[in-house]
C-alpha cells in the first residue's frame, strides 16, 4: 500500500471530470482509454493494460475503484484505488491510495503512477 499526492493548477471537479470522461483520460494520458461516470460502471486505461470498476463515486471530490493490470496473476485480488481531490489556494491536492497489490509490486507502482499519471496530468492541466 502507498500513498502519493500532487497538486494540479485546475479545480477538483477539472480533475474529477477528466478522470471519468475517455476523451479526457485519454488525452491527459496520451494513451487509449474508456472511462465511465456511473457506479459499477467499468473502465480501462493505456489500451486495455488496466481495468477496474468504479466503486463509490462522490462528485468533485473522491474515486474509489477496484484495479488491476494485465500484470496480475490471475489468482491475485483486485487492487484497491482511491483518488482524493481537495481544493488549495493553487488548484488541486490530488492524493492517490493504492491498496491491496500483489506482493512486491507497490514501488512499481508508486514510479508508474508519478510517471504515467502525475506528470502527464501536470501538463495536460497546465
Request: proline content about 10%.
Given at each position: 500500500r502507498f500513498t502519493i499526492t500532487t497538486e494540479l493548477p485546475v479545480s477538483p471537479k477539472a480533475v474529477y471530470s477528466a478522470s471519468l470522461d475517455s476523451h479526457a483520460h485519454s488525452a491527459m494520458t496520451q494513451s487509449p482509454a474508456s472511462a465511465s461516470t456511473e457506479v459499477?460502471?467499468?473502465?480501462?486505461?493505456?489500451?486495455?493494460?488496466?481495468n477496474g470498476i468504479n466503486l463509490e463515486l462522490v462528485d468533485g471530490k473522491r474515486i474509489l475503484q477496484s484495479w488491476r493490470t494485465s500484470e496480475f496473476d490471475s489468482t491475485d485480488p483486485d487492487s484497491s484505488l482511491e483518488l482524493v481531490s481537495?481544493?488549495?489556494?493553487k488548484g488541486t491536492r490530488l492524493t492517490l491510495t493504492h491498496s491491496n497489490?500483489?506482493?512486491?509490486?507497490a514501488d512499481d507502482y508508486e514510479s508508474g503512477w508519478q510517471d504515467f499519471y502525475f506528470n502527464p496530468m501536470l501538463e495536460y492541466f497546465s
Open positions: 459499477a460502471g467499468i473502465f480501462t486505461a493505456h489500451d486495455g493494460c488496466i481537495e481544493p488549495i489556494k497489490l500483489p506482493d512486491g509490486k
